[in-house]
T-cell receptor
Framework: AQSVSQHNHHVILSEAASLELGCNYS??????LFWYVQYPGQHLQLLLK????DPLVKGIKGFEAEFIKSKFSFNLRKPSVQWSDTAEYFC???????????WGAGTKLIIKP | EAGVAQSPRYKIIEKRQSVAFWCNPI?????LYWYQQILGQGPKLLIQ????????DSQLPKDRFSAERLKGVDSTLKIQPAKLEDSAVYLC???????????FGPGTRLTVT
């Protein structure tokens, strides 16, 4: 069965620190990859997505992610985090076989001011 | 563009009672999803509609959960009778098609006592 794993359930950083959240998936075929974010009290919203082309994708609010096919990874990065980045981040993957979105368990990011 | 609407936002019921949730997707979105998100986990797909037909309901506990999408627009999800383990946030999402990004509503937080 397809699965998505996010390496850290909780991450605490200080403002201006660099961020990298890990995401690995298990599926050998073509995939579409997503990072969603849920700010406190708000609904899930798309941060960035990869369908094809340049494996380095840029999203909103300075976030980017790199698709490394050989490592089955789609890690999320931001060079300098802000207090407003405090949120829960979810990695999700759809396989070309059924388009069902498979979710990771999420990473809660807390930025200390 | 208006987002995905859900109601109610919160619901508290006793076990063995019934409850219904309503979702209005983004206009023009053919695909509608219902997810269950238990605290500390990523969303789990319950059912997926393409227009008014069910595409995937493999993870829907059909002995107690039911969903419909009459006329291919609004959808309702019902639980009857509710169990304690049904306490979760129920998310509705919609997309232009099965392979497109999903847009989420604010969710309904259900507490079963």
């Amino acid at each position: 069965a397809q699965s998505v794993s996010q390496h850290n359930h909780h991450v605490i950083l200080s403002e201006a620190a660099s961020l990298e959240l890990g995401c690995n998936y298990s599926y050998g075929g073509t995939v579409n990859l997503f990072w969603y974010v849920q700010y406190p009290g708000q609904h899930l919203q798309l941060l960035l997505k990869y369908f094809s082309g340049d494996p380095l994708v840029k999203g909103i609010k300075g976030f980017e992610a790199e698709f490394i096919k050989s490592k089955f990874s789609f890690n999320l990065r931001k060079p300098s985090v802000q207090w407003s980045d405090t949120a829960e981040y979810f990695c999700a993957v759809t396989a070309d076989s059924n388009y069902q979105l498979i979710w990771g368990a999420g990473t809660k990011l807390i930025i200390k001011p | 563009e208006a987002g995905v609407a859900q109601s109610p936002r919160y619901k508290i019921i006793e076990k063995r009672q019934s409850v219904a949730f309503w979702c209005n997707p983004i206009s023009g979105h053919a695909t509608l999803y219902w997810y269950q998100q238990i605290l500390g986990q990523g969303p789990k797909l319950l059912i997926q509609f393409q227009n008014n037909g069910v595409v995937d309901d493999s993870q829907l506990p059909k002995d107690r959960f039911s969903a419909e999408r009459l006329k291919g627009v609004d959808s309702t999800l019902k639980i009857q009778p509710a169990k304690l383990e049904d306490s979760a946030v129920y998310l509705c999402a919609s997309s232009f098609g099965r392979s497109y990004e999903q847009y989420f509503g604010p969710g309904t937080r259900l507490t079963v006592t």
